[in-house]
């Protein structure tokens, strides 16, 4: 991360709210909310994203549901169209599907069929990196859908487990790694 064009990475974290217990017992949810509220500061985390990727992709993939908030706005920089990679059952057409394992149950992902042209380049992005499980089933989706997944981009990776071998040498791009 270029710390000089987001500010002090302490005052990022800072801004960052932990939440014990949610969404169960255990688990400790990063809330980005307050720095989403910020417009000079959620500004230059969404260009800071996407930097290493400008000229590179033709759309932008985002995961529900942080990952939207991240990704629309990336996509419209970028000047290439937004996707939405959903959770099962809210798509209203023919969809691709991918289960997966997340830290606290099992989940699915779910993308239009028709959401990509054959070999358009992908930019697959996300707000936090915890197990790797989530980003790891929308490059196979993206995949599945016809897509190019060219990297994989988040505000925050957890540390928690190692991930980089989930990613098959897709380029990873994370402003942050939080220390578990």
């Known amino acids: 991360m270029d710390r000089g064009s987001l500010g002090s990475t302490d005052a990022l974290l800072q801004a960052i ?32 994203m996407g930097e290493p990727f400008r000229g590179k992709v033709d759309k932008v993939a985002g995961i529900e549901a942080r990952g939207f ?10 000047g290439v169209g937004f996707v939405p990679l959903r959770k099962a059952g ?9 289960g997966y394992d997340l830290e606290y149950g099992r ?13 358009e380049r992908v930019l697959v992005v996300d707000d936090v990196l915890a197990t790797g499980g989530t980003a790891a089933a929308a490059l196979r989706l993206v995949a599945r859908a016809n897509g190019v997944p060219v990297g994989f981009t988040a505000l925050l990776d957890l540390g928690l487990v190692p991930v980089r071998e989930k990613f098959g040498g897709i380029p990873l791009h994370i402003l942050h790694t939080v220390a578990p």
């Open 107 to 119: 989940a699915t992902l779910e993308v239009h069929r028709d959401a990509f042209e054959p070999g």
């Open 69 to 78: 908030i991240l990704a629309a706005p990336l996509a419209h920089l970028l």
């Open 90 to 98: 809210k798509l209203p057409r023919a969809t691709f599907a991918e």
């Open 17 to 48: 709210v932990d939440v014990p217990g949610y969404p169960r017992p255990g688990i400790v949810f990063k809330d980005i909310t307050p720095l989403l509220a910020d417009h000079d500061v959620s500004g230059r985390l969404v260009a800071a």
